[in-house]
C-alpha cells in the first residue's frame, strides 16, 4: 500500500486547519497527562473562586489587604458601599470566568486530541499551560471594552445601572465566552483594533492624497 494512503489527516475544528495525525509517543502521552492534571487543579481553584466571590466573603482580598473588605463605609451619616471592592469583584469576575473558559475549551481539545485520536502533540503542553491565563486576560479586555460604551465596535453594553451583583455575573458571563472562544476573540480584537486605529491612518492617507493632487494641479495650471 502507498505510504501516502496511510497519512490520516484531521481537522481541527477550532482553527480550521488540517494536521496529519501523528501517533502518540511516550513523551506526548506524559505531557497531556500533565496537561490534564494541572488543568483539573486549576479548575478546581477558579471553582472555589467563584463560589467565594459570589457569596460575597472575598477570601482572596481579605488575604491581599483586609481594609478592601468593609461592607459600608459612613459619608456624611449615610451608607455608602466601598467602590473599590465593586470594582475588583467585577474585574475579579471577568477574570475568573475567562480562565474557566479556557479551562474547559482546553479540555475538549485534550479529549478530542488525546483521548479519542491519540494523536496529542507533546509541543501542546504550553498552550495547556497558558490556557486559563490567557482566557482570564480576555475576559477582562472583553468585559472592558464593551462596558467602555464604544460604539465603533459595534457591540457596545451598558452596566452603570445595574447592581454590583448583576454587573458581577454579567461579567463572569461574557468572560467564560470569551475564554471559551478565546481564538475568536483574538481574531475579533484583531478586526476592531484595525477599524478604530487604521480609520484615522486612513483619513490621515485621504488628506496627504488630496493635499498632493491639488499641488499638482496648481503646477499643471502655472504651466500652462
Same mark, same amino acid.
Given at each position: 500500500? %502507498?505510504?501516502?494512503?496511510?497519512?490520516?489527516?484531521?481537522? %481541527?475544528?477550532?482553527?480550521?486547519?488540517?494536521?496529519?495525525?501523528?501517533?502518540? %509517543?511516550?513523551?506526548? &502521552?506524559?505531557?497531556?497527562?500533565?496537561?490534564?492534571?494541572?488543568?483539573?487543579?486549576? #479548575?478546581?481553584?477558579?471553582?472555589?473562586?467563584?463560589?467565594?466571590?459570589?457569596?460575597?466573603?472575598?477570601?482572596?482580598?481579605?488575604?491581599?489587604?483586609? =481594609?478592601?473588605? &468593609?461592607?459600608?463605609?459612613?459619608?456624611?451619616?449615610?451608607?455608602?458601599?466601598?467602590?473599590?471592592?465593586?470594582?475588583?469583584?467585577?474585574?475579579?469576575?471577568?477574570?475568573?470566568?475567562?480562565? #474557566?473558559?479556557?479551562?474547559?475549551?482546553?479540555? *475538549?481539545?485534550?479529549?478530542?486530541?488525546?483521548?479519542? *485520536?491519540?494523536?496529542?502533540?507533546?509541543?501542546?503542553?504550553?498552550?495547556?499551560?497558558?490556557?486559563?491565563?490567557?482566557?482570564?486576560?480576555?475576559?477582562?479586555? &472583553?468585559?472592558?471594552? #464593551?462596558? &467602555?460604551?464604544?460604539?465603533?465596535?459595534? $457591540?457596545?453594553? %451598558?452596566?452603570?445601572?445595574?447592581?454590583?451583583?448583576?454587573?458581577?455575573?454579567?461579567?463572569?458571563?461574557?468572560?467564560?465566552?470569551?475564554?471559551?472562544?478565546?481564538?475568536?476573540?483574538?481574531?475579533?480584537?484583531?478586526?476592531?483594533?484595525?477599524?478604530?486605529? =487604521?480609520?484615522?491612518? $486612513?483619513?490621515? =492617507?485621504?488628506?496627504?492624497?488630496?493635499?498632493?493632487?491639488?499641488?499638482?494641479? =496648481?503646477?499643471?495650471?502655472?504651466?500652462?
Amino acid at each position: 500500500m %502507498d505510504q501516502k494512503e496511510q497519512i490520516e489527516v484531521a481537522i %481541527d475544528e477550532i482553527t480550521g486547519k488540517s494536521f496529519e495525525l501523528v501517533p502518540e %509517543d511516550r513523551v506526548a &502521552t506524559i505531557a497531556a497527562s500533565i496537561s490534564a492534571g494541572y488543568l483539573l487543579c486549576f #479548575l478546581l481553584v477558579f471553582l472555589w473562586f467563584t463560589v467565594d466571590l459570589f457569596s460575597e466573603r472575598y477570601t482572596f482580598f481579605i488575604w491581599l489587604n483586609p =481594609n478592601w473588605v &468593609t461592607p459600608q463605609i459612613s459619608v456624611g451619616g449615610e451608607a455608602h458601599p466601598v467602590e473599590i471592592l465593586i470594582y475588583m469583584a467585577v474585574a475579579a469576575s471577568a477574570f475568573t470566568g475567562g480562565a #474557566l473558559g479556557g479551562i474547559i475549551n482546553e479540555f *475538549r481539545s485534550l479529549i478530542v486530541w488525546h483521548a479519542e *485520536r491519540k494523536a496529542f502533540g507533546a509541543r501542546f503542553l504550553w498552550k495547556g499551560i497558558i490556557a486559563p491565563w490567557i482566557g482570564g486576560v480576555l475576559g477582562i479586555f &472583553t468585559f472592558a471594552v #464593551l462596558n &467602555t460604551g464604544i460604539v465603533a465596535m459595534g $457591540a457596545a453594553i %451598558d452596566t452603570s445601572e445595574a447592581s454590583p451583583g448583576r454587573s458581577a455575573f454579567f461579567a463572569f458571563a461574557l468572560g467564560s465566552l470569551a475564554g471559551f472562544g478565546s481564538h475568536k476573540v483574538t481574531k475579533w480584537f484583531d478586526v476592531q483594533v484595525a477599524r478604530l486605529f =487604521n480609520s484615522e491612518q $486612513a483619513k490621515q =492617507n485621504d488628506g496627504e492624497k488630496s493635499a498632493t493632487e491639488e499641488s499638482a494641479k =496648481n503646477e499643471n495650471k502655472g504651466d500652462t
